[in-house]
């Protein structure tokens, strides 16, 4: 439950934020990054509290993020390439549910800990946080 209430206040934070600054890249990315890096540190602890503040931060990171997330495609597409954008994105998460659990379990059965999964995932979100980097500016201003 802790970590769930840290998210849903990150959430409204970094929305906020990004609402304010009508900023949507780094408000998305950064969270990317705190989680993935959050991720990566939670296989290295004993700690219980150290392990709760952990994954208060992957929840925050990754709740964070889906605000600002979603409003990137509609700044830089229009039409019904948005809804071709939507779509692809829908599919490519979609491949990630059944990737991401797949592949963490073949490791932990191979490693003998969770500690192989938790840096794949992680090593993914380091993926995500670079390509979000990377996407081109917004080119369409949004009025609301």
Not at 110 to 129: D, E, I, K, N
């Amino acid at each position: 439950m802790i970590p769930s209430l840290a998210a849903a206040a990150g959430m409204v934070l970094i929305s906020l934020s990004s609402d304010r600054r009508m900023e949507r890249k780094f408000h998305a990315a950064i969270p990317v990054l705190g989680a993935a890096l959050a991720l990566a540190l939670l296989g290295t602890t004993r700690s219980p509290v150290f392990a709760v503040g952990l994954l208060c931060l992957v929840e925050i990171g990754l709740c964070g993020f889906l605000a600002p997330f979603w409003a990137i495609p509609s700044g830089f597409l229009s039409g019904s390439a948005v809804a071709t954008g939507f779509a692809l994105i829908n599919s490519v998460g979609n491949l990630g549910g059944f990737v991401g659990p797949s592949v963490v379990g073949f490791m932990t059965q191979r490693t003998g800990s969770m500690y192989g999964g938790l840096a794949f995932v992680s090593a993914c979100m380091l993926v995500s946080f670079a390509l979000l980097v990377f996407l081109p500016r917004e080119t369409h201003t949004q009025v609301h």
